[in-house]
C-alpha cells in the first residue's frame, strides 16, 4: 500500500506545510491517545473531486467528540470547508480525507481540563487498502485471537484513537500468520467487525451483518451497502453471528471507507463459496463504485460533496474556516 506525502494540512484555521504539522510529545492525544478521527474518500468524477458521504461523516466526528467530552471550536460546515480546501489546495483528484481533533499538552494526568483542543484535516493519495487485486480477487482472513472490547468498556461508537491498539494487535496478528486481516470477535464470541472494517455474510441470496451490540463500530460504508442492497431488492438481516457462519457462508466481503467492499475468499484456510467474489458482493461493488464516481444517482441527497463548490460557497467568507498561512 503506496503513501504519498501531501503539501497542506489544516490546521484549526489554516494551511500549514505538511512537515510543520507536529504535537508535543506530552499531548494527551500521545499520552493516553485521546483524540478522536474520520476517514473520508475523495473520489475522481466527471465534475471534478467529490467527498463521498462527507455530512455524515463529520457527524459522526461530532458524535465521536461528544461521547469523549471534547468541546470542538469548528462548526460541521467550517470542518467540511476545510476538507474540500485541503483536497483542492493540494491538487487531488481523489484521496483519502483525515479530521483530527485531539487533546493537546497542557494536562499530564488523566483529566484533561487545561489541555488545549487541536483540530487537523489531513489529505492524501491512498490506493486499494488490503493491497493490490484484493478488490477484484478478495482476501485471506483469518479469525483473531483477539477479541473486541465488551460493551460499557470503551464506546464502540465512538471513532477513538485508542481504540485501535486493539485493532492493531488483531491486524499484526493477522499478517505475521499470513493473512491479509482478520475478523474479530465479540466477548461472547460471535462475530463483532474487521480490524476497521464491517463484515457482512452472503447466505441463500441475502445479506447478514452483526447488529449494533456496543461491540463495533457502524460504518457509514456499512450502511451505503445495506441501502444499496435495499434498492437492489436484497434482503439484510442485522442479526447475532456464531462464528461457524464464517465458514458456511456463500459469500462474505468487508465494508469500509478505506476497504471499500473487498470480497473475502477464505477464512481460517477454509473456502468461501467458490473462493472468488460471489454475485451478490459484485453487484454492490459495482453500483456502489457507481454511486461514489458519480456515474449514477446518489440513493440519498448530499452524499457527494464536490470539493469546488465546498471552496467556492459564499458562507466560506463568512465562516473563517480557512486562513490563508
Known sequence: MAFAE???????GELIPWQHARIHVL?????????????????ATSEGPAIFRLGDHLRRLEDSCRIYRIDVPWTREQLAIACGTVVERNGFDSCYVRPMVLRGYGAMGMLPAGSPVETYVCAWPWGTYLGDGALESGVDVCVSS????APNTLPSLAKAA?????????????VANGYAEAIALAPDGRVSEGSGQNVFLVRDGALVTSPSDG?????????????????L??????Q?????????ADELFFTGTAAEITPIRSVDRITVGQGTAGPVTRALQKRFMQIVQGEIEPLEEGWLSHT??????????????VRSG
Open 27 to 43: 499531548s494527551l492525544a500521545v499520552q493516553f491517545g485521546s483524540s478522536v478521527f474520520e476517514g473520508i474518500r475523495c473520489y
Open 215 to 231: 461491540t463495533l463500530l457502524l460504518g457509514i460504508t456499512r450502511h451505503t451497502v445495506m441501502r444499496i442492497a435495499q434498492e
Open 6 to 12: 501531501a503539501q497542506w494540512i489544516w490546521k484549526d
Open 240 to 248: 447475532p453471528i456464531p462464528r461457524e457462519m464464517l465458514y458456511t
Open 308 to 321: 469546488r463548490a465546498l471552496v467556492d460557497a459564499p458562507a466560506v467568507a463568512a465562516t473563517g474556516a
Open 162 to 174: 485508542g481504540h485501535y491498539n486493539n485493532a492493531q494487535l488483531i491486524k499484526m496478528e493477522a
Open 233 to 238: 431488492g436484497i434482503d439484510v438481516h442485522e
Open 146 to 149: 483477539w477479541h473486541r472490547p
